[in-house]
């Protein structure tokens, strides 16, 4: 991999000590799947067993110094008063650094003339169609035939602030959002740009409906029906052919397997099998939803 940053660098732009041989490829909280030399970050004992679980351990990380001799010997420790601040201005610095390519544009795509498209770090396919109004930020891809509705916002930055000893951080957003061959994006849905660690993905011929929001980091597979103001939280993993109902919630870091169904208005906060069905607030198997209907109906007869 390609050495992102040096421990010189890092010592300039943060104002400490950090040895000048320490070689950065990527930056990357824990809990999520890495490769090469990856700066973290350790805030509190409690997510110890988050770092030793990891498929690989980070190669430094930035921790508060009494955690110093409770993580294995092997990661190079920068010890900090408040790690979160100095990881996510680290994270600030290097997404702000880095460039975009000039827009490509196919000449079989149709772009109203209305809309507005950055003018680097954009990728459109043969035949897209981009109707009035749509916006689409840089780090964004579209794949052939992908639709974008009237008013939809592609690739704008989400709702990642940090509160820190210095005050709230909000992070740059240095990924990507990748919609697949066949996407359609429904009138004023927002589609938030991903992180470097994590893009944000629409799997092939998957459609949304009117003003749903797709956080950064959320993933799904192809041809997954997604209905009006339904909100996927951020890093929500969602398989192929799922339905997730009007008004349905899903929320962070939840996986939902093939062909499962999330019903109207539904909340859901735990995983869901493939081809199971939830229902409610707080989502359960909706079987079990509707035997609770009935007993509470019967309650009150």
């Not at 980091?217 to 109902?245: D, K, P, T």
Request: net charge neutral.
């Amino acid at each position: 991999m390609t050495i992102l940053i040096t421990g010189e660098e890092i010592s300039k732009v943060l104002g400490i000590a950090v040895p000048d041989d320490i070689e950065i490829d990527q930056l990357v909280p824990l809990g999520y799947p890495f490769q090469g030399r990856v700066l973290s970050f350790l805030t509190s004992e409690r997510y110890i067993s988050l770092l030793l679980k990891s498929s690989a351990l980070p190669y430094a990380i930035f921790l508060l110094p009494e955690l110093k001799e409770k993580v294995p010997a092997s990661i190079i420790t920068i010890a900090v008063d408040d790690p979160v601040w100095f990881f996510y201005s680290l994270f600030n610095y290097l997404a702000l650094k880095k460039e975009h390519i000039k827009t490509y544009q196919s000449p079989l795509a149709k772009i109203h003339s209305s809309a507005v498209i950055s003018s680097v770090g954009v990728h459109i396919s043969d035949g897209v169609i981009v109707e009035p109004r749509a916006v689409i930020m840089p780090g964004v891809f579209l794949g052939e035939d992908v639709v974008v509705r009237a008013g939809a916002v592609i690739g704008v930055d989400g709702f990642e602030h940090k509160r820190t000893s210095k005050g709230i951080l909000s992070v740059v957003h240095d990924g990507q959002v990748r919609l697949e061959a066949g996407v359609e994006v429904g009138p004023n849905c927002t589609v938030i740009k991903g992180f470097s660690y994590r893009d944000t993905v629409l799997g092939g011929f998957t459609k949304l409906d009117a003003m749903v929001h797709f956080a950064h980091c959320a993933q799904c597979g192809e041809e997954c029906l997604i209905a009006a103001n339904a909100m996927i939280a951020g890093s929500a993993q969602i398989g192929s052919s799922v339905w997730i109902g009007p008004s349905a919630s899903v929320s962070s870091q939840v996986k939902i397997g093939d062909h499962a169904k999330v019903t109207l208005g539904a909340v859901v906060t735990k995983d869901v099998d493939s081809y199971q069905q939830v229902s409610g607030n707080f989502a359960v198997p909706h079987q079990m939803f509707l035997k609770h209907v009935i007993s509470v109906s019967r309650g009150k007869s």
